[in-house]
């Protein structure tokens, strides 16, 4: 059959359609051996419920928004992977909105995900997790009478807001102490956009990161960014005019990263000769600059998949602690030894 419908199971059965409903919701009045025959009759024929059907029954629609903060970001793209992934496999479908990282483009996207009727709302990089307590979102079906959000990079979590992220400051400031093991004392931080909890826990982590190894920190050795190529880009300027030079940087992401790796190369600034570069995020990309970029490895799609693992905890009324995930080092050929005291220019 192209469609198999409970009016031909009924058929096949020789039942009622509303004894096979009874019987695929495991309803009490069904006996357990008539329950079988149903159930098995069913997946032989290839029934799948409607979804709209299920819906009517349950008042749920099996399907979890995204609110994701850019698209076109390597990193943003790959957590998606892992929740498309992990919510194909728990039967669930999605339905997505950008915030273009801005804060009330992010509570409108997820208000409209919610007028959906989305059974649950994972927001990626959120830059507004406070506003998520007044937002409307209670839900008759749902457990604590409201529709669970799961923020996911960020350590934002109260009553039905839960927290999935990774333990961004902890790794930044191994990163900082990889630099001081290769002998940097003058390492520089390119910071990512205002706002946003994974730049200022890297800032964090930047910051700790040289009181560990007993450096100094000074304010001019940190560079703000918005998380885009342009960041290193332009960067480069800023850090050939600093007296001591920095002849290290720690950027926020990949992307800056490989910004500051193509101004280099067009200045004949030697990578890592005279200056180690380290990005953050390991995006596919990094593997394959000229040199190849050390990067801070966040398993993207294992925290997308947990985000989808935290929500449907959530929605079964089950416990849903933060999820903390710790990071890597790939360490590539962009850094290296200190070979100057003052290597950039």
Known sequence: ????????????????????????????????????????????????????????VTGQTHTLGVVASDVT???????LK??????????????????NRDPAQEIEAAAVLLDHQVDGLIVIS????????????????????????????????EAGVYSVRMDNAGAASAAVTLLSQLGHRHIAFIAGPGGGQSSHARMTGYLQGLALNHLTPLPELILQGAGMLEDGWEALAA???????????????????????????????????????????NIPLSAYTVPALTTVEQPKAALGQAAVRTCLRALAGEPAPPVVMSGQIILRASTGPCRLPSAVG
Do not use: W
Request: net charge positive; hydrophobic share 45%; glycine share 6%.
């Open 1 to 56: 059959m192209a469609h198999v419908s409970i009016i031909d199971i009924a058929r096949l059965a020789q039942v009622s359609p509303s004894t096979v409903s009874r019987a695929l919701q495991n309803h009490p009045r069904i006996s357990p051996e008539r329950r079988a025959e149903i159930v098995a009759l069913a997946e032989q024929l290839g029934y799948r419920p409607s979804q709209v059907a299920r819906s009517l």
């Open 73 to 79: 970001d390597p990193f943003v793209a790959e957590v």
């Open 82 to 99: 892992g929740v498309e992934a992990a919510a194909r496999r728990a039967d669930y479908g999605l339905l997505m909105a950008m915030s």
């Open 126 to 157: 959120s830059r507004a997790p406070e506003r998520y307590r007044h937002l409307p979102r209670t839900r008759a079906h749902a457990v604590g009478g409201a529709v669970p959000v799961v923020l996911l990079n960020h350590d934002f979590s």
């Open 239 to 281: 850090l050939q005019a600093m007296q001591p030079r920095p002849t290290a940087v720690l950027c926020y992401n990949d992307l800056a990263a490989m910004g500051l790796l193509a101004a280099a190369a067009k200045a004949g600034v030697g990578v890592p000769d005279a200056l180690s570069v380290v990005g953050f995020d």
